[in-house]
């Protein structure tokens, strides 16, 4: 094993197909349209060895519209980007990458605690989003306080809703946990 060179920019597009599922199609063709695109854009600035491209299956967000992306390093954007369209290629590439956080002394790359906590709070609410728009698929009308009892709806026993669910409560538990060391941290300081 050996450590290889990290681009500046890496996009991961989903391109998941799901046929006949009641929690939709998933980006499929418009997943497959982003990444033509992109990667066309990649190779004209001439950026093909910093700037990587890759086609993935399912990144846990399913847009109505557009394709779902995921960014490294996120940079002044969001981690997960979604609804991207084909137009937006150049927009992606061109969102700068991260700064340094002098307060710490950190590395460019580091994102600083209250990054984190932003972002974690950003993927619970678009995962927050997902949990009830899938299971809205499954069962119409019901509510965020609805799918915190899901056996109450025998609608909700479907594979893809549970891992959704699941994944909201990794969101949270991580959250929890990144709570209690600033609390943490916080005490030692005193």
């Known amino acids: 094993m050996r450590d290889a060179p990290a681009p500046r920019l890496h996009l991961f597009v989903c391109a998941n197909r799901r046929e006949g599922s009641p929690l939709g ?59 991207v ?25 580091e994102p600083s605690v209250a990054e984190i906590a932003r972002e974690l709070d950003a993927l619970e609410e678009l995962q927050r989003k997902k949990v009830l728009d899938l299971a809205r698929r499954l069962k119409p009308g019901l509510t965020l306080e609805d799918v915190q009892n899901p056996h109450d709806f025998p609608e909700l026993d479907d594979p893809d809703w ?27 300081e005193d």
């Open 25 to 83: 199609p998933g980006c499929g063709a418009r997943g497959d349209a982003v990444y033509d695109a992109l990667k066309r854009e990649v190779g004209r600035r001439g950026e093909i060895a910093t700037t990587w491209v890759t086609k993935t299956h399912c990144l846990g967000i399913c847009p109505r519209d557009g394709a779902t992306v995921a960014r490294w390093p996120a940079g002044a954007t969001s981690a997960i980007v979604t609804e």
């Open 85 to 109: 369209a084909p137009a937006d290629a150049g927009a992606l590439l061109d969102a700068p990458a991260p700064g340094p956080d002098a307060s710490r002394g950190a590395r460019p790359d």
């Open 162 to 188: 549970h891992y959704a669910d699941g994944v909201l409560a990794g969101v949270q538990s991580v959250k929890s946990a990144l709570s209690a060391m600033i609390r943490g941290r916080a005490t030692r």
